[in-house]
């Protein structure tokens, strides 16, 4: 019988320029994901910028009180000098796909600001009827160039009575009423990890994931396995 092929030892010897041309056309998660296949993998992303332009500079990520903390492999952060805010005011919520969601905080009143630091592209948004500053982003440049912010409407000892949609196609807010039900305040109040997902944003807490699409037309709750990893936002 003829011995199954064995397909690390073909991989193994595909030359260089071929297995650089195969991670030359992977998303940047996959591409920092591969960095830990092997120690030549590691290398060969590492010593190749030139040619593979899509490597990860670092990850943001929800720290244990839900802050949102950088990470980089070469000790740089993300340059927002170009806000026309002062930096010190400038609060980072959330990021997804290059797109980093900023609360600008000043004394007359505090805005969401939608930047991306590679391109020095800016959006201020206008004010949300509630103004909550609880919000999250949604945006996968794979399916539309339009962006989404929601932001959750709660008031004290309340559950959750609705969310505000932002578009970036209509340049306006929606508001719509909550229909999770009850015991969710946890998940959205502290601040949990979050993915824009088909269309819609997943909010994963410790025992459930909420999930809410960008018309408030669709509402799920799934209980969420233990022991599953938090999400991690690409930069």
């Not at 929800?62 to 805010?85: A, R, V, Y």
């Not at 796909?97 to 009143?109: F, H, Q, S, T, V």
């Not at 008031?155 to 209509?170: A, F, K, R, W």
Request: proline letters at 6%.
């Amino acid at each position: 019988m003829e011995a199954a092929p064995n397909n690390r030892n073909a991989l193994a010897n595909l030359a260089e320029d071929v297995v650089l041309e195969i991670l030359h056309r992977l998303p940047a998660y996959s591409l920092l994901c591969c960095k830990c296949v092997c120690r030549s993998w590691n290398h060969l992303i590492s010593n190749n910028h030139m040619v593979l332009p899509q490597t990860v500079a670092g990850f943001f990520y929800d720290g244990e009180k839900g802050e949102q903390n950088f990470t980089s492999d070469i000790d740089e952060c993300p340059d927002l000098s170009f806000f026309p805010f002062p930096i010190n005011k400038v609060v980072v919520l959330d990021c997804y796909n290059d797109l980093i969601l900023c609360l600008c905080i000043e004394a007359a009143r505090s805005c969401y600001v939608i930047c991306n630091p590679a391109t020095k592209n800016l959006w201020v948004l206008p004010p949300s009827i509630h103004v909550v500053v609880q919000a999250r982003l949604g945006f996968d440049p794979t399916a539309s160039s339009h962006f989404h912010v929601i932001e959750f409407v709660e008031e004290e000892d309340v559950e959750c009575l609705g969310v505000e949609i932002y578009s970036s196609q209509t340049v306006a807010w929606i508001y719509q009423e909550s229909k999770w039900g009850q015991d969710i305040n946890d998940v959205i109040r502290s601040r949990s990890a979050s993915v824009f997902l088909n269309g819609c944003v997943d909010i994963m807490g410790y025992s459930l994931i909420l999930v809410v699409d960008m018309e408030g037309k669709t509402w799920r709750k799934i209980p969420r396995p233990h022991g599953t990893l938090p999400f991690i936002h690409q930069a």
